[in-house]
């Protein structure tokens, strides 16, 4: 199993993360453990295991993972959880040993924040998995499963994914083909309202590429295919027109999008045609796009004035560029993390500190009740006024002696190897516990 | 007289056009808001520096060389606020501000002297003909800007270079439906410029029309301007030919304003360099 050997957390509770993802399993594996049918639910199951304080479940389709905090160093709980889950989905610890990952600490935090930030996605940067955590945290959060460390730590993975979004370019450049075309649409129509696309052929990718187009304002399309009948199929799909592949010419004449994929060996569109066309249509903008192989418009209408031209491998190079983009701005990403895991480590720290504290001040407390409710036998007949002073004096002593060991707890407590030290000393010294 | 306002405008104009270009590398949204208040806060510095005069003067401050280039710039500015407060062109600012920086410079290297108003200006009719006229360059500044920008933008996309300059600048059809605009603004003030002079001419000179060379190159402009917008009505003229045409129509319009004064004499030559 990969383990990891981040162990930095907190003393008495551990962040605990366990899970497969798109690229450590299968989907089949995913699948299981997804535990779709299970009852009682996962999240059910795994809090009522022994030591498991808080848990979450969350199931994607590209990854599953438990959450959980579990008292002391947390290997216990994670062994269990991990034997319960894998019960559950009637998978052998054996089969898919090498599939899981197991983090704790400081591994663990860092994992639930790049995932937030869809660092970890199959396309990095596509912003849904942040729904889809923020769904699965909602869940956990009815079932009363979570509790202060992972409310705290899915509200920072929360904040730290859109501090991310603005802070870095991560998400701003298209990574598919059909994203790229309507990109570049937008850089040559500027508003795609009311403007209006044919596609001749048909195709998964040409139809993505016109629904692209149609989600942002596109509002009329026109289907030109070799059959009649499958244009009209397809025009119905989209709400538009159909018309047959000798009509083109005039089409051509006052539409402003072309998404060409036929299967033709030939080209479909020549550049005369279109240079015929520019005149009728007020020689406005022409944008050609071209996914068909064999390409299916002459090369040559890149030569007209205002009309654009770009083919599958255009996009694709666009793509490219874009993905290398993206992949530069998630190493900008990867440092905001790196900050911020350190801060919460800091703030998990302070978990420990905050006991020992309140210890001290209620055993102080304690005290001077008990001595005030002996002493004040001896002194009947005090007025209010005295009464008062001798409240603020006794209670004063007790402020003034624990002022300076809080005030080291609150400053060195949380740090690493002294801190535990101090913190040890200070119990001990005043018989907290 | 130094007019310290002036200055104060130049000065502000110059840390705008800073700021829009820093946007322009880092992509950086606040700087381009900084700049924009910086160039508002310098328009309404220029705006003072022009009362100012107009009242040290007593007459309307676009008679010399400095006075004129000084109205220029600002009805630019003008121009470019109030775009930028309306239709917003991706980085415009950029590409405008640093000319509209240097128009001001060249200003401030002139005397700045007041003269007292040839007995021939000396009419209501200056500050109407004097103040469209320069308006409509101003505005056709602005189309001139647009164009170059679309010629740009052009390339990229035609060549397939789809990084830096065509991220930062806006859609085609957006600079080019803008820059219409703008002629078809700046042609009707040229017009009404060219007809109120033609009135007061004949008050002053006692004939409408005579040739004198502003006026000649004036209507050479004017007809560049409306062959331009004749081409987009009849035949659809737009895009990359349109932006070329701009660019021809505007230096005709540069010849206008400062070769005529420079090499040609005539009756206009009161604004001395």
């Known amino acids: 199993m990969q383990s990891s050997k981040g162990n930095r957390g907190s003393r008495t509770d551990q962040i605990l993360l366990i899970g497969v993802n798109h690229k450590t399993a299968p989907v089949e594996m995913r699948e299981k453990l997804a535990l779709k049918e299970c009852n009682p639910p996962p999240l059910e199951i795994f809090h009522s295991l022994p030591g498991c304080r808080e848990v979450m479940f969350l199931s994607t389709c590209n990854r599953v993972e438990v959450v959980a905090v579990g008292n002391g160093d947390g290997g216990e709980v994670s062994a269990s959880i991990l034997d319960a889950w894998l019960q559950k989905s009637g998978l052998n610890a054996g089969a898919c040993s090498q599939n899981l990952y197991i983090h704790r600490g400081e591994e663990a935090i860092r994992h639930v924040f790049r995932v937030a930030a869809s660092l970890d996605s199959m396309v990095v940067g596509e912003p849904q998995i942040l729904g889809q955590l923020k769904d699965a945290y909602r869940d956990a959060v009815e079932a009363k499963a979570t509790g202060s460390i992972l409310n705290r730590l899915l509200e920072k993975a929360f904040t730290i994914a859109k501090r991310i979004r603005t802070q870095t370019a991560i998400a701003s450049h298209a990574v598919s083909i059909s994203y790229a075309a309507v990109e570049l649409a937008k850089k040559i129509f500027g508003d795609l309202r009311g403007k209006s696309v044919m596609l001749i052929g048909a195709g998964e990718m040409a139809e993505l590429a016109a629904q692209h187009l149609m989600t942002n304002g596109v509002n009329r399309i026109v289907v030109a295919n070799r059959t009649l009948s499958r244009a009209v199929e397809l025009a119905k799909q989209f709400n538009g027109e159909a018309i047959s592949l000798e009509e083109v010419d005039q089409a051509l004449e006052d539409i402003d999008i072309v998404i060409s994929s036929t299967g033709a060996p030939d080209v479909v569109i020549t550049k005369e045609q279109v240079k015929r066309a520019m005149g009728p249509r007020y020689h406005r903008l022409l944008f050609f796009i071209d996914i068909a192989v064999p390409r299916d418009i002459d090369k040559g209408v890149e030569e007209v004035e205002n009309v654009y031209l770009y083919d599958i491998d255009d996009l694709k190079s666009v793509v490219e560029e874009n993905t290398a983009k993206r992949e530069r701005e998630a190493r900008k990403a990867e440092r905001i993390i790196d900050e911020e895991v350190i801060k919460f480590l800091s703030w998990m720290e302070t978990l420990d500190v905050v006991p020992v504290i309140q210890g001290l001040q209620a055993k102080g407390e304690e005290i001077r009740q008990k001595e005030m409710a002996r002493s004040l036998k001896a002194l009947k007949g005090l007025s209010d006024k005295e009464m008062k002073a001798v409240e603020t004096l006794t209670r004063s002593i007790v402020q003034k002696l624990l002022h300076d060991p809080v005030v080291t707890l609150k400053r060195e407590g949380s740090s690493k190897d002294e801190g535990r030290l101090l913190l040890d000393s200070a119990k001990r010294l005043f018989k907290l516990d | ?273």
């Open chain 2, 1 to 273: 007289m130094h007019n310290p306002l002036f200055f104060v405008t130049l000065f502000l104009y110059f840390a705008a056009t800073m700021g829009f270009i820093m946007h322009m590398v880092t992509l950086r949204k606040d700087a381009e808001k900084a700049a924009t208040w910086v160039l508002a806060g310098g328009f309404a510095v220029h705006t003072l520096s022009i009362a100012v005069r107009w009242w040290n003067a007593g007459h309307v401050p676009m008679v010399v060389m400095r006075e004129t280039l000084s109205f220029l710039a600002w009805a630019i500015i003008a121009g470019f606020l109030f775009l930028q407060f309306t239709a917003k062109i991706k980085s415009l600012g950029a590409f405008l501000t640093p000319l509209a920086t240097a128009i001001m410079g060249w200003a401030s290297s002139m005397s700045g002297e007041i003269r007292p108003l040839p007995p021939a200006l000396q009419s209501l009719w200056l500050p109407v003909h004097a103040a469209v006229c320069l308006m409509a360059y101003a505005i056709f500044f602005l189309s001139f800007v647009l164009s170059v920008m679309y010629l740009i933008q052009e390339r990229q996309i035609k060549k397939k270079r789809l990084r830096g300059m065509f991220q930062r600048l806006p859609s085609l059809e957006g600079l080019d439906f803008m820059g219409y605009r703008c002629i078809m603004t700046g042609f009707v003030l040229l017009t009404v410029g060219i007809f109120t002079g033609s009135v007061w001419a004949e008050q002053a000179w006692g004939s409408y029309w005579s040739w004198d060379p502003k006026e000649t190159w004036s209507l050479i402009t004017w007809f560049l301007y409306a062959a331009i917008l004749h081409q987009r009505f009849a035949v659809g003229w737009r895009g990359r030919r349109a932006a070329y045409l701009t660019i021809v129509a505007f230096s005709a319009l540069l010849f206008t304003f400062l070769g005529v004064n420079l090499l040609l004499p005539g009756a206009h030559s009161y604004a001395k360099f």
